[in-house]
């Protein structure tokens, strides 16, 4: 059975070099934390002095450099409606 979500690899050099693929776009970057939509998720990387060396929105490839203190996957969910909940 063939997977219908996309490949992403993540290489993380010495908290200093972070190689992304899959990214399907960059949603915001600042010096101490970016936000990328990935396939299915958003990936949130947390740290100081981050900096984009590279990014290659067809190919999906990513890579920032800096001090990197944290990544976090957020899942996309479908948000629900208010009166479903109500009326389960």
């Given at each position: ?14 908290r200093?070099?972070?190689?992304l693929s ?18 299915g ?26 001090r990197?203190?944290a ?18």
């Amino acid at each position: 059975m063939e997977s219908l979500e996309k490949k992403q690899t993540l290489t993380l050099e010495n908290r200093q070099k972070l190689t992304l693929s899959g990214v399907l776009k960059v949603d915001s970057v600042s010096p101490a934390s970016l936000a990328l939509s990935l396939h299915g998720c958003k990936l949130m990387i947390v740290g100081s002095a981050l900096e984009v060396k590279r990014f290659d929105q067809g190919a999906g490839l990513f890579e920032v450099t800096g001090r990197i203190d944290a990544l976090k996957y957020i899942d996309r969910r479908e948000p629900e409606n208010l009166l479903k909940k109500i009326f389960k």
